[in-house]
């Protein structure tokens, strides 16, 4: 996977998606196509896969969150 971004909803990153305190983890995970960055909501719902950290974390940023990484 490129740099390319797939954001599961229109909505993902609202306020009311994420949580009060705006935290989202970020985990590296194997698919088909090779490794993404998936970020998930404190829920566990999947809101974005991305090819890269930086992506992931710029996506992160764009949108006011607060990053975890997930081991």
Request: hydrophobic share 40%.
């Amino acid at each position: 996977m490129s740099d390319k971004i797939i954001v599961a909803t229109q909505d993902t990153f609202c306020s009311e998606e994420v949580g009060e305190d705006d935290r989202v983890y970020i985990k590296k995970e194997a698919q088909k196509n090779g490794l993404v960055w998936a970020i998930y909501s404190p829920e566990g719902e999947c809101m974005a896969q991305t090819g890269s950290r930086e992506m992931a974390m710029a996506l992160v940023r764009q949108n006011d969150l607060t990053a975890a990484q997930v081991h």
